[in-house]
């Protein structure tokens, strides 16, 4: 480490994940301390873990000084686990998170870090020119892939390619910022972030990214996809006049999240228009 160089903290939100959490964890810290000059740390934030996902990751953490876990009991979802860890923002420069399944290898999180310089947010792409796709998802996820981003453009009109890309970092003042107004607890969390981001002026870069597609998703294409497209329409109603005449419909909102066996959002701020 040379001092003076930026800091980083890296978000993992990880459910079940046992049997994929470790080699992520080996490659990133052997890659990091071979090639981020900075101090770097790892948290693990795990949400409803019924299987041994903590047992491996304190393990890696009396291997590496730079592991850390935190844990919640209960199911939060992954947006849930990254507004917990996001409070944390304090303790870096740049503030990023991956999946826990490895989509993301070292190489490409850290070049997002690298093109974080001069802007306020870097997100990976795997539509853009230049994106190497390993492993190709399957027809029917692209399509829902494809479908859920003309919705998510038509209601936000971000012109962002992939807002779903598992790899994004961030700097700190811009986190805090707009951290009251995270509120989406489910995979829809990454809507909630980049149009936080973008309303409070904030400048996001998108950058093509290599990606490879991991067996094991933990999103289903029936109840994880309605409640990804309630939450997106949720959110678009909390920027809208509307929003406070609706809350009264709340216990309704809750019973459908439940129904779809889904982290309900969390209350919070209305964020300014």
Request: aromatic content about 10%; overall charge positive; hydrophobic content about 45%.
């Amino acid at each position: 480490m040379h001092p003076g160089q930026p800091s980083l903290l890296l978000l993992i939100p990880a459910y079940n994940e046992e049997q994929r959490i470790g080699p992520v964890l080996d490659v990133y810290v052997e890659y990091f301390r071979a090639h981020f000059p900075g101090q770097f740390h790892i948290v693990v934030v795990m949400n409803g873990c019924r299987d041994n996902t903590m047992r491996v990751v304190m393990e890696k953490a009396t291997q590496y000084s730079e592991i850390r876990a935190l844990e919640f009991a209960a199911p939060i979802g992954k947006g849930g686990a990254l507004i917990e860890g996001l409070k944390l923002a304090p303790m870096a420069d740049f503030i990023g998170y991956i999946d826990a399944d490895g989509a993301t290898q070292p190489q490409a999180f850290l070049d997002l870090v690298h093109k974080c310089e001069g802007v306020d947010c870097a997100i990976g792409s795997r539509w853009l020119p230049g994106a190497v796709i390993e492993h190709t998802q399957s027809l029917k996820r692209r399509i829902f892939s494809r479908c859920f981003h003309a919705l998510v453009e038509a209601l936000f009109w971000m012109g962002i390619k992939d807002t779903q890309c598992g790899a994004k970092v961030m700097r700190r003042h811009a986190v805090e910022t707009i951290h009251p107004y995270l509120r989406i607890a489910d995979v829809a969390f990454d809507i909630n972030l980049l149009v936080s981001l973008t309303r409070a002026g904030f400048k996001i870069r998108e950058v093509p990214t290599t990606w490879t597609d991991q067996i094991g998703s933990k999103m289903s294409l029936n109840r994880g996809a309605l409640a990804i497209i309630l939450s997106v329409f949720r959110l678009r109603l909390v920027y809208s006049p509307f929003y406070k005449w609706l809350r009264p419909l709340r216990p309704v909102e809750a019973w459908i999240y439940q129904k779809l066996r889904a982290p309900q959002p969390l209350a919070g701020p209305i964020p300014p228009k």
